[in-house]
């Protein structure tokens, strides 16, 4: 209903299915709003020509990478998958929102953070089954209510709480390290238009650790692209 990537429509049949019906209530409150607005279709320009080169405070003198702005997710997406396929692997989106398809178009796989998730359960489970083993059978043997040393049913309540607890801590802090935080300037900082990035900007970039990177060459590739402001950012 929100049609958030707008495959346009004639306005009359807004929200209507093939018979021309509005399927539901919710069809029919949704349609009395009006049609969504269509996406921008021009990036807004820079009160100044941004430079082919921007140097960064302390900088290396080498890039790390280069940079474009699109209008909206969907020249963007058509962007990356472009950039994709002519042999940069090393790419990075970064809009204001969700763009479905994102992903694969940069050539990302699934997240390693479950695999971390995963081992912080593994390792909280074992410290509690060998603790409370280890003190109740051998350190401190304690009889309880007529039970066995290690009678495991006791000890199930903190086989859960240490689980959940350390891959909640594993969780956090992987997914700190793995977005490289925490990280007080990032050379794209020195962009001035990359502030939008969080309102209604949408930008790609190529890092200078690609393989088939060059400032000039993939400089002009992201122009031919159809991306604005392009520059390549120092390190």
Known sequence: MANPHYHPTPESQYLKNESGQYPTDDHVM?????????????????????PAFIPTPGGTGKPWGAVAEFANGTDLLDAAKKALAAGYKHLDAWTPFYVHGMKEAIGRTRSRLPV???????????AAATLQFYLMTYYYPTIVGGKEYRAWEAFVPVFFEMTILFSGFFTLFSLIGLCGLPKFFHPLDSHPTFNRSTQAGFFLTIEAQDASFNPDVTRAFLESLGGKHVAVVEA
């Open 116 to 126: 971390f998730t995963l081992a912080g359960g593994l390792t909280g489970l074992t």
């Open 30 to 50: 949704a349609a009395a709003y009006g049609p969504p607005s269509h996406p921008p279709t021009e990036v807004k320009p820079h009160t100044e020509p941004v």
